[in-house]
């Protein structure tokens, strides 16, 4: 049924992102969300997302935001996890409850004639869950089997060696399913405070689209989310990027090595933004198109696939990549991907890059609006960023506005060829443990 439903919303989404007319919604009691309404569409898509996420989750207790995320749908009020599903699926309703590094949300879509039913199971989920001991063991032996099988991927252990020696015991250096020994650890009471602590208003954002008015909508989060704690605690500090340039190998059997690159990189806000989000679409994102594309994997058939990206997390920004290769190759795809990096950052782009990616990220960016639920995911994203509610309309022209001398400016400021970090994981020929 839920595929059928699926089906349907998605039949239904808004024609086209240009027509998006965002409304600013304030409900009685003082919940704000952004609001796209689309009265000839059934049923409303809406997203909420709260500040904080898994850098929430206590000393000893890794694991537990994310864990008690996966709760939030095994049982509430006097349904177990089965009756909890026949009731959403009796509804025509669709919940989903996920954990990130930096925050909770909940996606939710329903059908209008069945709308106060299905926030009222939403409520129940999120203000009454039982987290059943039997509910709880089963979803921990869930999360303990995807922890013990990221331990024998590759690309789990780059990832995991590089974040913790970036950002050692915070947060970010830790993965946010946690450990065997944190989770294996967590009680019912440990599960009730993450939900009190992460579920709190006053760092929540709304997005909402669809069959609904600005009233109705302010109506609705007052009775979904007003007995939700007011506030909760103070996140952790921001955390300086502390890896130093270098190379680092972990031995691990296979006839191919992947690795995980990167170093400090700028934050969401920085007026260079948009200059260092074309530039980055140049130097690696992701086609064979872009340089390191081009020279690592056409030119010199090193790899399937290398790309490197913006990460401007909350409480730390980063500028990571990854490619894999064979283990004899693995070397010369770093050797060229330093290369590239330090060409870029001393010779800049060409206009002619410039131009066709201009043309490329500004053709793409409608494709994105592709659904009521993307776009509720879209507004609510926006207002987690701090972009603006006028961000869509502008969008494009912030991008065709950057110049040829702003993108080589900022290609020299943020590109470190020196203080760029291989986390190496295979069996890699001519590559040995360094620190620059």
Do not use: C, W
């Given at each position: 049924m839920i595929a059928r439903l699926t089906a349907v919303f998605a039949l239904f989404a808004l024609p086209a992102w240009a027509e998006v007319d965002i409304q600013e919604v304030t409900s009685p009691g003082g919940i704000d969300a952004w609001l796209v309404e689309e009265s000839?569409?059934?049923?409303?898509?809406?997203?909420?997302?709260?500040?904080?996420?898994?850098?929430?989750?206590?000393?000893?207790?890794?694991?537990?935001?994310?864990?008690?995320?996966?709760?939030?749908?095994?049982?509430?009020?006097?349904?177990?996890?089965?009756?909890?599903?026949?009731?959403?699926?009796?509804?025509?309703?669709?919940?989903?409850?996920?954990?990130?590094?930096?925050?909770?949300?909940?996606?939710?879509?329903?059908?209008?004639?069945?709308?106060?039913?299905?926030?009222?199971?939403?409520?129940?989920?999120?203000?009454?869950?039982?987290?059943?001991?039997?509910?709880?063991?089963?979803?921990?032996?869930?999360?303990?089997?995807?922890?013990?099988?990221?331990?024998?991927?590759?690309?789990?252990?780059?990832?995991?060696?590089?974040?913790?020696?970036?950002?050692?015991?915070?947060?970010?250096?830790?993965?946010?399913?946690?450990?065997?020994?944190?989770?294996?650890?967590?009680?019912?009471?440990?599960?009730?405070?993450?939900?009190?602590?992460?579920?709190?208003?006053?760092?929540?954002?709304?997005?909402?689209?669809?069959?609904?008015?600005?009233?109705?909508?302010?109506?609705?989060?007052?009775?979904?989310?007003?007995?939700?704690?007011?506030?909760?605690?103070?996140?952790?500090?921001?955390?300086?990027?502390?890896?130093?340039?270098?190379?680092?190998?972990?031995?691990?059997?296979?006839?191919?090595?992947?690795?995980?690159?990167?170093?400090?990189?700028?934050?969401?806000?920085?007026?260079?933004?948009?200059?260092?989000?074309?530039?980055?679409?140049?130097?690696?994102?992701?086609?064979?198109?872009?340089?390191?594309?081009?020279?690592?994997r056409e030119e010199r058939g090193l790899t399937y696939g290398i790309s490197s990206f913006l990460v401007p997390r909350d409480l730390s920004e980063m500028i990571l990549g990854r490619v894999r290769s064979s283990n004899e190759t693995i070397a010369e795809a770093i050797e060229v991907t330093r290369d590239v990096w330090e060409q870029t950052a001393t010779e800049g782009v060409t206009p002619a890059e410039l131009a066709r990616t201009q043309t490329y990220l500004t053709g793409a960016y409608p494709l994105r609006f592709d659904g009521n639920g993307t776009i509720a995911n879209i507004l609510a994203g926006m207002q987690q960023a701090d972009l603006g509610i006028d961000y869509i309309a502008t969008r494009n022209d912030n991008i065709e506005a950057v110049t040829l001398e702003e993108v080589n400016q900022v290609a020299r400021e943020i590109l470190l060829p020196d203080e760029l970090h291989f986390v190496v994981v295979g069996e890699p020929v001519g590559l040995t443990t360094t620190t620059n």
């Open positions: 000839s569409i059934p049923f409303t898509a809406l997203e909420l997302r709260f500040d904080g996420g898994a850098s929430l989750d206590p000393e000893g207790l890794r694991g537990v935001t994310n864990l008690m995320m996966g709760m939030l749908e095994e049982g509430s009020g006097d349904m177990d996890a089965r009756a909890f599903a026949e009731a959403r699926e009796t509804l025509a309703a669709r919940f989903e409850f996920d954990a990130f590094g930096d925050s909770v949300s909940i996606s939710a879509s329903f059908l209008s004639e069945n709308r106060d039913e299905a926030v009222a199971l939403l409520r129940q989920a999120l203000t009454q869950p039982t987290f059943d001991e039997i509910a709880v063991e089963r979803v921990k032996r869930q999360v303990l089997t995807g922890i013990r099988s990221d331990l024998l991927d590759p690309d789990e252990i780059s990832s995991a060696r590089f974040f913790e020696m970036a950002f050692g015991d915070h947060p970010y250096g830790s993965d946010l399913a946690g450990t065997e020994a944190s989770v294996t650890a967590i009680t019912r009471e440990d599960l009730e405070t993450a939900r009190q602590n992460a579920l709190a208003l006053d760092r929540l954002h709304v997005g909402a689209v669809g069959d609904i008015t600005a009233d109705e909508l302010g109506a609705l989060l007052d009775e979904l989310l007003g007995d939700l704690p007011a506030s909760g605690p103070d996140t952790p500090p921001r955390v300086d990027f502390a890896l130093p340039g270098g190379t680092t190998v972990i031995e691990f059997e296979g006839p191919q090595s992947t690795a995980l690159f990167g170093h400090v990189g700028i934050e969401r806000d920085d007026p260079r933004y948009f200059a260092a989000f074309i530039l980055m679409e140049i130097l690696g994102g992701g086609g064979i198109e872009s340089r390191l594309g081009f020279e690592v």
